[in-house]
Nanobody, 118 residues
């Protein structure tokens, strides 16, 4: 029932910025608020890695490689989360995934491809 739909991916030049959005459909606000929400990314041949997370308790954490450059935020009224990415580097080209984490499983969006060119 829950659907996560990412948008905002595309081509960005090195040093540039990009903002990703993820829409949570099929859940009410209380359910949206009670779950951990996160952005992951996966490059070809590499494991999917956590980029940024905002927990149900409101705590925010980032992967070490993106601290100071990426910002995760949420819009409760519209049940969306965002990832503002700045100072992009070519090695960060990857498919970015929105994720909702529950005690039993993770729910994933289809992903949105971000390509960073030199």
């Amino acid at each position: 029932q829950v659907q996560l739909v990412e948008s905002g991916g595309g081509l960005v030049q090195a040093g540039g910025s990009l903002r990703l959005s993820c829409r949570f459909s099929g859940i009410i606000l209380s359910t949206f608020s009670a779950s951990d929400k996160a952005w992951y990314r996966q490059a070809p041949g590499k494991q999917r890695e956590l980029v940024a997370q905002i927990t149900s308790s409101g705590d925010i954490n980032y992967g070490d490689s993106v601290k100071g450059r990426f910002t995760i935020s949420k819009d409760n009224a519209n049940k969306r989360i965002y990832l503002q990415m700045t100072d992009r580097t070519p090695d960060e080209s990857a498919t970015y995934y929105c994720c909702r984490r529950t005690s039993g499983s993770k729910y994933w969006g289809k992903g949105t491809l971000v390509t960073v060119s030199s």
